[in-house]
T-cell receptor, first 113, second 114 residues
């Protein structure tokens, strides 16, 4: 069974600094997708960034980027120039074909002014 | 393009009452998912549909829960009778062929059963 592990229940970062959230996963599939979702206090699940496993290039969306290490089954999220609005729960998620989207337990990110 | 639309956003109900949560997926999306989020169990997939057909309902906790998708633009999740342990945020999400296998979530329905 696919599993997603986020080993950092909580993280904090100073405003304008950079922070990296960790995620590892377990799968026997070769073709799959990985995601980071942000959940602010409003509880809405917001897609932050997406990575296709067949692509070697790391995905980037403005201040958000990933470090995808397929062999190590690692998918970390880097947030640069952190802003107060980045404070939220961040969920790493895995999807392969018709399988369900599998989520990690989440990392709570606090941004210190 | 409107996102996934859920209603109600918040509901407080008494134990034993019937609860119906509603979802309108993104137009053109062929997969629809119902998730439940609690502090104890995190995000759990309850059921998902493909082209209005239920594919996997193994996550539905018990017979008190039922879900339907009568057409491509509407789905319901019903709890009858409701219990306090059903209190959670319920998310509907959808996915379409043209969205590079990305699932888009609604804003959630926050259910409290007292």
């Amino acid at each position: 069974a696919q599993t997603v592990t986020q080993s950092q229940p909580e993280m904090s970062v100073q405003e304008a600094e950079t922070v990296t959230l960790s995620c590892t996963y377990d799968t026997s599939e070769s073709d799959y997708y990985l995601f980071w979702y942000k959940q602010p206090p409003s509880r809405q699940m917001i897609l932050v960034i997406r990575q296709e496993a067949y692509k070697q290039q790391n995905a980037t969306e403005n201040r958000f980027s990933v470090n995808f290490q397929k062999a190590a089954k690692s998918f970390s999220l880097k947030i640069s120039d952190s802003q107060l609005g980045d404070a939220a729960m961040y969920f790493c998620a895995y999807w392969a074909g018709s399988y369900q989207l599998t989520f990690g337990k989440g990392t709570k990110l606090s941004v210190i002014p | 393009d409107a996102g996934v639309i859920q209603s109600p956003r918040h509901e407080v109900t008494e134990m034993g009452q019937e609860v119906t949560l509603r979802c309108k997926p993104i137009s053109g999306h062929d997969y629809l998912f119902w998730y439940r989020q609690t502090m104890m169990r995190g995000l759990e997939l309850l059921i998902y549909f493909n082209n209005n057909v239920p594919i996997d309902d193994s996550g539905m906790p018990e017979d008190r829960f039922s879900a339907k998708m009568p057409n491509a633009s509407f789905s319901t999740l019903k709890i009858q009778p409701s219990e306090p342990r059903d209190s959670a945020v319920y998310f509907c999400a959808s996915r379409g062929i043209g969205t590079v296998n990305t699932i888009y979530f609604g804003e959630g329905s926050w259910l409290t059963v007292v």
